[in-house]
T-cell receptor, first 114, second 110 residues
Framework: EPEVTQTPSHQVTQMGQEVILRCVPI?????FYWYRQILGQKVEFLVSFYNNEISEKSEIFDDQFSVERPDGSNFTLKIRSTKLEDSAMYFCASSEASGRYGYTFGSGTRLTVV | RKEVEQDPGPFNVPEGATVAFNCTYS??????FFWYRQDCRKEPKLLMSVYSSGNEDGRFTAQLNRASQYISLLIRDSKLSDSATYLC???????????FGSGTRLSIRP
């Protein structure tokens, strides 16, 4: 069964450092998403991406965040200057047709900012 | 009003019991809904899609009530492996994102 792959599975970084979280969506999917989940809290939408541009973003997705599809397979989330409150599980997802048939999520990257 | 609201539980039921969860939504233009399952510290996994006519898959039944703006999930003959958090999901009408409810925790005891 096709899957969304995320690397690394766990990243520890110092406050103020830049991090890049990587995702390889399912190959024939056209819509890509990032979500995050702070420990014990709900899964929160960050950003959606289609046709090489952001479709929609949440209030969480401020100027510290950016996304990129640098080649035909990778989809990345960059946090420029990490804060303690950025510590969370970050999930990448992809879908065939803007979510109508549900999204497939990767297993996540646990980001710990110290 | 929150976009998607769920009873957080926890629901603690014996193996073999039938359990039901509800989820209310605020965007009447929403076209499709989903139930996801999330195990502890894992990613959400699609359990069922919920369309206008509802959906049944083995022991799981999902229903949509547009008039009252809620969806439900019924689990019959519950198994220990059903223990998880169940996330209600609904998209905006623009369908460029899906919004998760806060989840309902289910614990099945032997």
């Amino acid at each position: 069964e096709p899957e969304v792959t995320q690397t690394p599975s766990h990243q520890v970084t110092q406050m103020g450092q830049e991090v890049i979280l990587r995702c390889v969506p399912i190959s024939n999917h056209l819509y890509f998403y990032w979500y995050r989940q702070i420990l014990g809290q709900k899964v929160e939408f960050l950003v959606s991406f289609y046709n090489n541009e952001i479709s929609e973003k949440s209030e969480i997705f401020d100027d510290q965040f950016s996304v990129e599809r640098p080649d035909g397979s990778n989809f990345t989330l960059k946090i420029r200057s990490t804060k303690l409150e950025d510590s969370a599980m970050y999930f990448c997802a992809s879908s065939e047709a803007s979510g109508r048939y549900g999204y497939t999520f990767g297993s996540g990257t646990r980001l710990t900012v110290v | 009003r929150k976009e998607v609201e769920q009873d957080p539980g926890p629901f603690n039921v014996p193996e073999g019991a039938t359990v039901a969860f509800n989820c209310t939504y605020s965007n009447s233009a929403s076209q499709s809904f989903f139930w996801y399952r999330q195990d502890c510290r894992k990613e959400p996994k699609l359990l069922m899609s919920v369309y206008s006519s509802g959906n049944e898959d083995g022991r799981f039944t999902a229903q949509l009530n547009r008039a009252s703006q809620y969806i439900s999930l019924l689990i019959r003959d519950s198994k220990l492996s059903d223990s998880a958090t169940y996330l209600c999901v609904g998209p905006y009408s623009s369908a460029s994102k899906i919004i998760f409810g806060s989840g309902t925790r289910l614990s099945i005891r032997p």
